[in-house]
């Protein structure tokens, strides 16, 4: 079975920086791509990042592309998600996924994931 565990959130003030780990286990890393998502209390979930597991190829959400940066250390089975100049629109749980993303069967974008952990807080506070 598909394992997800994220981690790291905290209270931070607005301009400074988080990562956050997603320890993943139970599936093989490389026909698999892991994201992260995070749901506002009264928002829809947003995807905002991941990182497909046979060639790195990431993606990000046009609102934290140039802010957040995502990772992976196959041998420690864990993606992160760097968060830099945080501010408080930031504020949400954040959830780490995962999903089959392989040539021939690929995944379109954030919307394929279905396997998921459970969440993190971060609260920026301003």
């Known amino acids: 079975d598909v394992q997800l565990q994220a981690s790291g959130g905290g209270l931070v003030q607005a301009g400074g920086s988080l990562r956050l780990s997603c320890a993943a286990s139970g599936f093989t890393w490389y026909d698999h791509s892991i994201g992260w998502f995070r749901q506002a209390p009264g928002k829809q979930r947003e995807g905002l990042s991941y990182?497909?597991?046979?060639?790195?190829?990431?993606w990000y959400a046009d609102s934290v592309k140039a802010r957040f940066t995502i990772s992976s250390d196959k041998a420690k089975s864990t993606v992160y998600l760097q968060m830099n100049n945080l501010n408080p629109e930031d504020t949400a749980v954040y959830y780490c996924?995962?999903?089959?993303?392989?040539?021939?069967?690929?995944?379109?974008?954030?919307?394929?994931?279905?396997?998921w952990g459970q969440g993190t807080q971060v609260t920026v506070s301003s």
């Open positions: 990182i497909r597991g046979y060639d790195d190829r990431t």
């Open positions: 996924a995962a999903e089959i993303d392989f040539p021939g069967i690929e995944i379109t974008g954030p919307e394929d994931f279905n396997s």
